[in-house]
């Protein structure tokens, strides 16, 4: 059996062939209502096409139908005369951005539209029950678009009709023995039969595969597998670290609760990472919270559960906290490590300590663990939020005398503390020094610059950076625009700040607290009580909710008693009416 596939010459590069911008999109999800992964990504196919003739392709598949021959062998239509396109649009137009709602087909009733090819080949793989068969039937397909598209629709519409071991057959020629590089929907295609035919150890080993081929899991990979592993561990932590790359941590709080209720008992790793999930919101209370329900578990905390725990302090210095949890490491029987150390060291620079910092640096170097070139970050920011600028360069220096290469990090850190405090020189030679180093400038350093600038009062070499980034390379950030927010309302230019602070919407950006509040605190220097309540209630409906330095902002801009009891009230009500996103 054979499959005529059109082509005029073989592909430029078979190995890699095209899967074009009009290719249609087929889409696969496992819970009904979610989005969908494309059957055509960047990770699929990549190649040259050929030339394209124009045949009916209905008349084609009529006579070879009759004839009861494969197309290849059909003499009326010989092989190098290329197929029609692989959606007949005739029959309901493409399936591009239609969705797949898992067991009930497409989105508004629309099923997948089978060009002849795929016709033929749905209907070989259905009659053909011997997958040696069916791969030598493959075989002589051209590796095109086309023929892409084709076994997609072919796969998914199986799908449709719940014949599983059709689809296997299909998606493991694809994976094991054609030139197509699979994609996300033909892993997900593998993952879902197998699990519906209860061959569990299969689909691991499909998931493994998609892994080892750098090929992205989707939601519905993770959805798919938990069908099969309604209780394994391992499964939810991958479903979980996966939600966490790409930052839904609203979504990986959920699984987590659906972990456990439906009876899986979470890891150590589990665990772990929802200390690390809570940390990062500066959620300390929360992250401990969680500790302690592992502890209540019976399930054993590692190094890593410990160092999370230590970073969540640390973002919110809260310096006694990490100390108990740093001597609960040790009295566990584990050595602390660099990280837990530097985790240590981060505590106290938020806190601003740094010589609290310095000294948990002095030990781990007395208890034989080197410091790595985080340790000496950690020193340099630690020095330079402290104004201490001639140790930040002493501890920057030390850096490379151990015969550590200052990255981009140690440079923007020893920048910033030049810039805190308004040192144009210092500034200027840390720039030339990245220069030199061959290191490309980015928005963080020249955010850097423009602080300088702005501390210094030298608005003009100001707006000469803003220039530079609007019209080079390097695109502002919200942070770009609240550093100019700033420095023209502190120095009066309320027109300049106005203009700025307009300007966000035309550049994409949407103003943050940050933002706001540095507006507010310009007329509130003022003591313009309405216009900062004005301000507020501007940002309450832009869907942006004050922070600490908000409520310090508008206390400050009251004149009155009154004014100060009208505000303390509506920061109450705010807080009262804010939910913790990350509540339990």
Known sequence: MGFDGGLEKPPTDALHPIIPDNACILCLTAAAGTELANAYSSDTVIASSTR?????????????????????????????????????????????????????GFVDGVFPVLSPMAQQILEFVQKEPDAAKVWAALDTLPATHNVWDDLINVSVQLRLNKQWDPIISVCEWILYKSSFRPDVICFNLLIDSYSQKRQYRKAESIYTDLLEGQCIPTEDTYALLLGAYSRCAVVYNAYINGLLKERDTRKAV??????????????????????????KANQSAMALKIFNEMKTEKCKPNIC???????????????????????????????PDVYAYNALMEVYNRAGFPFGSYEIFSLMQHMGCEPDRASYNILVDAFGRAGLH???????????????????????????????????????????????????????????????????????????????????????????????????????????????????????????????????????RKKQYRKCLEIFEEMIDAGCYPDGGTAKVLLASCATDEQIEQITTVIRSMHKETRNTFAA
């Open 390 to 524: 001639e140790d930040a360069e002493a501890a920057f220096e030390e850096l490379k005398q151990q015969g550590m290469t200052p990255t981009m990090k140690s440079h923007m850190l020893l920048l910033s503390a030049y810039s805190r405090a308004g040192n144009i020189p210092k500034c200027e030679a840390v720039m030339n020094q990245m220069h030199k180093s061959g290191l490309e400038l980015d928005t963080f350093a020249l955010n850097s610059m423009l602080n300088a600038y702005g501390r210094a009062g030298r608005f003009e070499k100001m707006e000469e950076v803003l220039m530079g980034m609007e019209k080079g390379p390097y695109e502002g950030d919200i942070s770009t625009y609240n550093i100019l927010i700033n420095f023209f309302g502190r120095a009066g230019f309320f027109s300049r700040m106005e203009d700025v602070f307009h300007s966000l919407a035309s550049k994409g950006l949407k103003a943050d607290v940050v933002t706001w509040t540095s507006k507010m605190s310009a007329y509130a």
């Open 305 to 335: 559960t410990y160092t999370a725990l230590i970073n969540a302090f640390a973002r919110d210095g809260m310096c006694e906290k990490a100390e108990e949890i740093f001597e609960e490491l040790q009295e566990a029987g584990h050595e």
């Open 254 to 279: 959920e699984i987590f609760q659906r972990m456990k209720s439906d009876r899986c008992k979470p890891s150590t790793d589990t665990y772990t990472m929802m200390i690390n999930l809570y940390g």
């Open 52 to 104: 394209k003739e124009v045949h009916d392709p209905w008349a084609f598949y009529l006579h070879a139908t009759l004839l009861h021959q494969a197309f290849a062998h059909c003499e009326k239509f010989p092989t190098d005369h290329p197929l029609g396109p692989a959606t007949d649009h005739r029959l309901g137009g493409s399936l591009r951005g239609r969705g797949w709602k898992y067991g009930s």
